[in-house]
Each structure stands twice: as C-alpha cells, then as structure tokens.
C-alpha cells in the first residue's frame, strides 16, 4: 500500500517561532488532508488539499501532487498549536465504488513552549 | 451544524467481552469510517459505510464488525476482546462516498484488561 512519511518527527519551538511540516506519500493519490489532534484526542481538519495552496489564517499548505509531497507552514506559533499534526492520503478508489479510507503518516508531535 | 458524536468515551473491559461503539454522523453526512489509534500502530482504517452498505474494511480481523442505519449512524462492535485492541476509537463522516472532507469525533477510548 501507499507509505507515507511525516518529518520532522517532534519539533519543539518558542511562542512566535514559524514552522515547516513536510509529507510525503508514495504513490498518486486523490485526497491529502492534514489533521491536528490536540492533546484530548480530536482530531480537527485544517486543510482538504489534493494540490495547491491554501491559507487560513495563521496556517496555509501546498500540495505538490507530480512531486508527491505537502508542506504545511504554522506563522507566529501559539501555545494552543501544540499537539500532533497528521498528513492523510486517500489513494484512487477501486473500481466499483470501493474505498480504502485515509492512510496516515506516523504524525508531527508539536511543542510550543511559552 | 452538531459535530460528530460518539458514545461512549471510555470504556473498560476485560479479556473474552464483547463491546459495541457508537457514532452519530454531522447531519446530512451519509458516509462513516471507524479508525483505530495505538501508540504502536498510529491511526488504521477499520472499515467505510454509505448507505447502511460497508464499502470496503481495513486489515483488521473478523472480530471487529460495524453497521450502519438508515439515519446513517453507525455501530462497531468487537468481539472476544484481547489486550491488544486497547486503544482510540474514531469514527469520521463525509458528505459522499466520493472523496471529501472528512470529520472526527472526538473518539471512544477503550481499554481491555
């Protein structure tokens, strides 16, 4: 199946700090979503992005689909932005509608210190 | 627009027991998927409904099983509990079959002792 790696494995910044996350999946795939559990277990989604960029706020994404990567980029970090960020991919379904569901990476594990 | 709900969010049981997790679905989401989340294994697909009809199941064996209902809410259940299936229990749900936005619960966390 599809692998996916997320580096780094644990980052741990100052309040203010900027920073990368980077995904990378193997194969082609139609769906990449990136995911922030907080430390109760929820995961939230912040981004649907199979390609391009997007922005909200303080975070935006950029999928490179023909590279096979994504990048998520967190400006001015926050306490509260602490947690583990997930890259999730979903491979081209099968043909007759079956799904494979979201395969994830191993996660970002993200400190903020004050 | 309620979130996705799960019930319980804990639960405890010892080795041999059977257990049935429930999922109720952002209202008008007809697609729900369960994961399971380990510190070992990180976060697998367990299986997909639409439609009250499972579109595909992940690498997990017999024991565990799910339904849907026709209000798309959703069960799993497990059977003959072992030490290992301590874990997270997620369900998401997504508006199509078709590729989307997924949404978690905020998960049942089961511990088997």
């Known amino acids: 199946g599809i692998q996916v790696e997320q580096s780094p494995p644990d980052l741990i910044l100052q309040e203010g700090a900027n920073s990368t996350l980077r995904c990378n999946f193997s194969d082609s795939v139609n769906n990449l979503q990136w995911f922030h559990q907080n430390p109760w277990g929820q995961l939230i989604n912040l981004f649907y992005i199979p390609s391009g960029t997007k922005q909200n706020g303080r975070l935006s994404a950029t999928t490179v689909a023909t590279e096979r990567y994504s990048l998520l980029y967190i400006s001015s970090s926050q306490t509260t932005d602490s947690g583990v960020y997930f890259c999730?991919?979903?491979?081209?379904?099968?043909?007759?509608?079956?799904?494979?569901?979201?395969?994830f990476g191993k996660g970002t594990h993200l400190i903020i210190q004050p | 627009k309620a979130g996705v709900t799960q019930t319980p969010r804990y639960l405890i049981k010892t080795r041999g027991q059977q257990v049935t997790l429930s999922c109720s679905p952002i209202?008008?989401?007809?697609?729900v998927s369960w994961y399971q989340q380990t510190p070992g294994q990180g976060l697998q697909f367990l299986f997909e409904y639409f439609s009250e009809t499972q579109r595909n199941k992940g690498n997990f064996p017999g024991r565990f099983s799910g339904r849907q209902f026709s209000n798309s809410r959703s069960e799993m259940n497990v059977s003959t509990l072992e030490l290992g299936d301590s874990a997270l229990y997620l369900c998401a749900s997504s508006l199509t079959v078709f590729t989307d936005t997924q949404y978690f619960g905020p998960g049942t966390r089961l511990t088997v002792l």
């Open positions: 999730a991919v979903e491979t081209p379904r099968r043909s007759g509608g079956g799904a494979d569901g979201l395969t």
């Open positions: 209202s008008g989401h007809r697609s």
